[in-house]
Each structure stands twice: as C-alpha cells, then as structure tokens.
C-alpha cells in the first residue's frame, strides 16, 4: 500500500462538530467501519493521478447499501459533502476528496468491502454484483461457466466494478465490445439525497430516459452505485494474438520503441528490442472468421512493411503477450521516478500526425516521452517521464501537458477517453464544449444532486478556476501498487 | 469519403450558433424558435409511441442528407432527417453498417429512430441502438444548438446527454444531426427456422447469433459472420434440428411491444400467472430470445416510473414546448 509511507504526516484534526458526525456514523455502521482523519485515513488522500493529494475529513468503508444509506443521510444532516470511492486507481483525481473553497469537508465513502458477487444467471449471462468487487475478479469467477466480464481496463487486478461505472472505463478489448456503458445494464444507486433507486433494468427497455447510460461516467457525482448488474459475454471459441513490429498503427494496440525495450527490461516478452514500434492485434469468434481475420491482418501488416509479425502459438505466449503489454507502467518506473499520464482520443486517421506532433512539443521542452495505447480506438496515452528534482521540470511538464489537450482538440479530438474528466481536466471542458452544451449538463447534475454535495468540484468546470486545482507536483512510481495501467 | 457529401462541415468541436455549425442545422434552429410548442416529424412510422401528441402543434423536421461516410474511422455523420435506407445504402457501398434496423427503412428517419429508441432484430448480436450515438447536434427547448458526444469512438468527456437523448421522443432537445458507430457488414447472413423445446437454450448454443425469435411454436435464427463459420451452424442446424432456409424473419404483431427479463419469456408457453399470460391470450406473439422484447397483440401495461424522469424533463424544457402530449414513460 503506497500510502503508509505517509504515516508520519497522519493528523487529527476532529473537532466538536466532527465528534458527534463521527460517533452518529460508528453508531450506525459500526466503529470499524469509520475513520476519522488518523493514520488509517491517509491512504485516501490521493489516487494514482500525479495530482496534489487532500486529506479526507472522515472516511466510510459500508458493507451493505443499508450502510450507504446510513452515511448519506448522517453527512447530508451535518453538512457534509460526499466523495466515493472505489479501489483509488482513478487517473484524474476523480476520488480525491478536494472539494471547492467554501465547502464542508467531505465524507470518503469508500466501496472496497462491498465486494460481494451476488448472483450469477448463467442462462441469461448477466451477473448483479456490489460495486467493490474487483473487475479481474468477477471474470475469473464466471470463467468456469465459459462467460467473462469484457472491459479490461489494465488496473483490472485492483480497479473495481463501481469504479469502471463512475468512469465508464475502457481497455484494449473495448475496441471491438464497446465500453464499459455498453456492458452495465442496471444500476442500484444511492441518490445524494439518500434515496435508493433502480437506473435501467434487466429488461431491454426500461420505462423512462436511459437514466442508466446517464449514471455511467458521472464520477461519482449523481450518487453511490451499491449493486450493478453486469452483461457477461461467452469466452470466444477462437483467439488470436499477433504482434506486428515496425508498421504504422492499425489496430487495437501499440508501444512505441522507448516502450518496448522498458518493457523487455522487466518481462521478457520476447518483443523484437530493435523495433520503432510494435503492434498488438487480437481477433477473436468462429474458428474461420478468426482464420480469416489473422491471416488478413498479418498480410496487412507484411504488406507495410512489418519487420516481424508473430501469431501466438498458445495460451501461454498470448498471456505473455497481454502481461507485456499491461505491466509497460512498471517497466517504465525504472527510467524516471516520476510521470505524468495522459488520455486523449483523435479519429483513428489522425493518430499519426498527433504522434508526430506530441513528440515534438516533448523534445523541445527537453523532455521524454513513451507511447503505449488503444490505436484501435485512436485512443492515446503519451506518458511524460521526468525527475521532479531538476530545477523547472515540473513547469515544463505543465505547459507539455496543457499542449497535449490542444493538439488533440485541434485535430477533432476529445479531451479524455477513459480515464475521465475529474479534477485534472475540468478547466479544458470548454475547449470542446460551449456554454450551451455544458448547460446541458449541468441540468442533468441538478437533478440528481440539486445541492452539489456529491463530489463537488469534479467533472464540469467551475465559474472561475478558484484555485482549486494544483496539478501535476509528480507522482513517484515508487507510490503505486503493482499492475495499475490504463 | 466514400459518400458525396451534402452539407459538410468539419469535424471539429464548434462554438453553436457560429461557424461550424452547417447552414441545415441553423435553418433547423430557427424553425424551432425559442417559444411556443413545437414537434417534431420523421417518418411518422412510429408517432405514437408515448402518445400520438397534438395535432395543431406546429410540426419541424429535422434535416435530411448531409451524410459523410469516414470508412476508416467507422463513423458516418448523417442529418438526422434522412432515411434510413439512405444511409444503409451510403454505408453498404463501403461494405459497412449501422445497425439501426427499423421495420421500414424507406420510411423511417434517422432521428426517428434514435427518438423512439427501439432497437432492431438484430440487437442480439450489435447491441442497442443508445450504443450506436457518438455525438448529437441538437436544438434544445431554448432553440439553441447544443453538441452532446463527439465524432470519435472512446470517449468520456463529461455527462453521457447523448444517452439521454435516445428513447427520450424528442422531450428533451430535437436532434438535427448525428454521427454514429459503423461497423463491417457481415460477408454472409442466413435465417433459417424450425422447431425446438426450449429456444434459449438453442441461443447459448449457437456461436453469436444475430438474432433468435420465437413465437410459441417455431425459432428463427439469423447467423452473420465469414461463410464457412454461417455454413457450418446452418448445416449443424439443418441437419441437427431439421432446421430449413428462410428468407427472413416472420412477421411481427405491432399492437403491443413488451419489455420483460429475458429469462421471464419461458412463460409464453404455458397459461401462468405472470403478466405476459396476458400476450400469450391475446393471439400472434414474436419474441426476441436473449433480449426480452415482445412483439405482441395486446399493448403492453404502464410500468411504474422513478420521480427523477419528470424532473429531467422539467430541467430540459421547463416549459413544456418539445413534443407535448407525448413522454417515454
């Protein structure tokens, strides 16, 4: 746990007020369910953004949607805001519980024990789950029954289910399953005002707007999800992994040369060291479509020019194949100790050029940058590394990153594809939106959270900037637990 | 491109009401205007879904055409007044689709079919139709352009209003414009029909169906994908199951269309106490295994409805000018 390294900054700092909100919260959750601004609470005070972290006020570990409710309506009596929380794996400081000057301090309501898998219908291939049950989790438990959980963000062996509803997650193999929007068809929600309510339904068209699709990707801030009931899909019959070096990207995933050989260091994959870049494509379904499909993939690939292109022979070496892939952010951390990750998406047309460009505005800041992403959904994830320590870098790393959001935008892009808005980009929201659009969305808030207490300050951009954000002081890699990627 | 381009614009993000924004869709504002009610018409192939609306309400229909086709980036933008089958031929010259499958494709607009949101028969296998709307330009109930989306195929920059938008019968903004999700037309596709005891067990059976219906007696299948893959399963089904070619799926009962758990459909066969009792008295009845849609002769009974619709639409059209006397629930 990256946190405990801060145990000696740990404080209290409770006073009257936050006595009583404490002992009315461990009365109805229990005492071990609530801690209140000491040691333990200090490891939610950030999330694996290189965002400036902020101490929760009181932090919640419920157990049931009972308890949910409990903490909801005990907060909403004393004033206070609401942050959930998920497994901290959030990349734009979704779940850091900094709220606008002005505000009360916030209750972290955090989701971890709600990791119960609650019912499995095989027959229909859905499964109702709590929101703390880890994503790589609920497809190892309906594996047996030949079904699986299809988003795949890469910090699937930490990032919850309740987290990828908050932020409507991706992965590699959203390129031919859609996000995870597309695999969440009802939703338990606990409403900021405390009511429990049902968004969507295991019926194809629920009565009413499409709430459900609304709830997806809201960060937390139209209320808790308590229980979701998830679309499981039946492994496909046939798959292929092929990796393709030295052509530009068509498909689904890519690493570039820095990448490669960090990721070679650490794995062992048997990627090709001298390649400028290598590609991962997967195909899968019928036995003779897949035949089809890699065959047509590797002559595409043949036909541009690819030095090597390998089909993974097994299980085994496909396995290998992903484990390089998602393990690159580890790799990384043993060139520089600190980074700045982004997420942007370009049509699939422009990736090239952004590249190009990307790289340039990084070299002239003097800096480095390593590309591993979603090519297939001209999804990007420039990763800027650099050493905190040298005079001025963190300047520069802020004025690269403000410059990436601007290269994107101007080539028909969006600000983020999967890793949210949070606090971190709340200030380029009108870069893509006008006043009208975000209006739009702000009515949507209004209804669910009239008063702003769920999350405030995350997602849609203030009046003014106010001081609320200090981005980018440098997360260290040293911080961060293993196999949390995008 | 693979289309002639009528009315394009680039594919940039654009201040509403300013440049950008096509001459189409600003004519289409300013019909809407900022007052007075207002609805909108497609097709009218599906006007009275939600309520059949007022009459003497001034009608606006959304532009037609303006369809750009990018093949490799599987997005196509359309005018939200185009048919249907103009867009599926734009996209079948590419060898793509999009698939919004209503009944009538020569009939049915683009927009009208994102406002009813009904999915099509082959939802099975492409999902539903909310899952095709990457970005819609919209006149809200100001009369005002608004952007929700974008033209790109990931994306989680802010609240989800597209989503909002289908299914919604045009009460809470009038689509004028949208880009959708395109994917490769299948190289082969076959119906074939026959007997079976229990069709959702032939569905988790089959490799991906695009579709599995039954309608008490007979299942039709329709499996899509590369020919020796389609061959094989209509073979295995044929002479497995006595299953013979057809040329399409039967046709559906349009007097009710139920929503009900998939798994709630094994009571279609037998007299229950469930309320879909109610569709196997009342004649012909086609339903749709693995989804839970039933195409019905008796419509289906109002469901109970959270408090948090009515205020949507309160937050959206606080005056009540978009499509009034019709509502989604």
């Known amino acids: ?486 | 491109v693979s289309s002639t381009p009528i009315e394009t614009e680039a594919l940039v993000a654009a201040p509403p009401n300013g440049p950008g924004w096509s001459e189409a869709l600003r004519r289409f504002a300013d019909q809407v205007g900022p007052s007075g009610p207002v609805r909108v018409v497609g097709g009218r192939t599906h006007h009275a879904v939600g309520g059949i609306g007022d009459s003497l309400v001034r009608e606006v229909r959304a532009p037609s055409g303006g369809i750009v086709h990018e093949p490799s980036e599987l997005i196509v933008r359309s005018g939200a007044g185009t048919t249907v089958a103009d867009l599926n031929s734009v996209l079948a010259a590419a060898g793509q689709q999009c698939a919004l499958d209503p009944a009538d494709p020569h009939r049915s607009t683009v927009g009208g079919v994102l406002c009813v949101g009904w999915s099509g028969l082959r939802r099975l296998r492409y999902g539903p139709v909310r899952d095709l709307l990457l970005e819609a330009r919209y006149v809200t109930a100001e009369g005002l352009l608004s952007r929700a989306g974008a033209p790109v195929v990931k994306n989680v920059t802010g609240f989800d209003v597209c989503r909002l938008l289908v299914g919604s019968l045009g009460t809470l903004g009038l689509i004028g414009e949208v880009v959708l999700r395109c994917r490769p037309a299948p190289p082969m596709a076959r119906w074939c029909s026959g007997t079976v005891d229990d069709p959702a067990a032939l569905r988790r059976k089959l490799l991906q169906p695009s579709s599995v219906l039954w309608d008490g007696r007979t299942t039709w299948a329709l499996l899509e994908g590369h020919r020796d893959d389609v061959l094989a399963e209509v073979d295995h089904l044929r002479k497995g199951l006595g299953f013979v070619e057809t040329a399409g799926p039967p046709p559906l009962p349009t007097a009710g269309r139920w929503s009900v758990e998939p798994g709630a459909l094994r009571h279609l066969r037998a007299p229950s106490d469930h309320a879909l009792d109610a569709v196997r008295r009342a004649g012909p009845f086609v339903a749709e295994i693995g989804i839970g849609t039933v195409h019905a002769s008796v419509a289906a009974p109002a469901r109970p409805i959270d408090g948090l619709n009515a205020r949507i639409r309160l937050a959206f059209d606080p005056n009540g000018r978009l499509n009034p006397g019709r509502s989604p629930w």
């Open chain 1, 1 to 486: 746990m990256w946190g405990r390294s801060r145990r000696a900054r740990a404080r209290t700092h409770a006073n009257a007020g936050d006595d009583r909100f404490v002992a009315e919260l461990r009365a109805s959750l229990g005492g071990s369910a609530v801690l209140d601004g000491t040691t333990e609470s200090v490891v939610y005070e950030r999330d694996a953004s290189s965002l400036d972290p902020a101490r929760p006020g009181v932090v919640v570990l419920p157990k049931t949607t009972d308890d949910v409710v409990a903490a909801v309506q005990i907060a909403r009596r004393h004033g206070r805001t609401i942050v959930p929380r998920g497994a901290g794996t959030g990349l734009t400081g979704g779940a850091i519980a900094r709220v606008p000057d002005g505000t009360a301090p916030p209750v972290v309501i955090v989701c971890t024990r709600m990791n119960q898998i609650l019912e499995v219908d095989a027959d229909e291939r859905v499964a109702w789950v709590q929101p703390g049950v880890l994503n790589l989790d609920l497809s190892k438990h309906v594996a047996s029954l030949g079904l699986h959980y299809a988003p795949d963000p890469s910090s699937q062996q930490s990032c919850t289910i309740g987290g990828n509803v908050a932020n409507n997650s991706g992965g590699p193999h959203c390129l031919a399953q859609g996000i995870t929007s597309a695999h969440i068809i009802a939703i338990e929600v606990v409403l900021p005002d405390g009511r429990v309510t049902v968004l969507g339904g295991l019926d194809p068209d629920p009565a009413g707007y499409d709430l459900r699709g609304a709830f997806v990707g809201s960060e937390g801030t139209l209320g808790i999800a308590t229980k979701i009931a998830v679309r499981l899909l039946p492994i496909a019959p046939d798959v292929r992994t092929i990796i393709a070096a030295q052509i530009l990207p068509a498909a689904l995933e890519m690493m570039d040369a820095n990448c490669v050989r960090a990721i070679e260091d650490w794995a062992q994959a048997g990627l090709p060291r001298d390649a400028g870049a290598v590609l991962l494509v997967e195909v899968e379904g019928p036995q003779h479509g897949v035949a089809a499909d890699a065959a047509a993939v590797e002559r595409i690939c043949r036909a541009q020019g690819a030095g090597h292109v390998r089909v993974a022979a097994n299980a085994t070496e496909r396995a290998l194949l992903w484990k390089a892939r998602k393990s690159a952010f580890g790799a990384i951390a043993n060139l520089q100790p600190n980074y700045d990750l982004h997420d942007c998406v370009v049509p699939r047309g422009r990736l090239a050029d952004v590249l190009d460009e990307v790289t340039k505005v990084v070299e002239a800041a003097d800096l480095t940058v390593l590309n591993v992403f979603h090519a297939g959904d001209g999804n990007l994830h420039p990763l800027v590394i650099y050493d905190r320590r040298v005079p001025g870098v963190v300047e520069r790393v802020h004025e690269v990153a403000r410059r990436i959001v601007e290269i994107c935008v101007a080539n028909g892009g969006v600000l983020t594809g999967e890793h949210g808005i949070g606090l971190e980009k709340r200030e380029f929201m009108g870069l893509v939106f006008s006043a009208v659009d975000l209006d739009a969305q702000e009515r949507l808030r209004s209804v669910f959270d009239p008063d702003r207490v769920c999350n405030p300050g995350k997602v849609l951009p203030s009046g003014s900037r106010c001081g609320e954000l200090h981005p980018g002081n440098g997360r260290a890699f040293a911080d961060l637990p293993e196999g949390l990627w995008v």
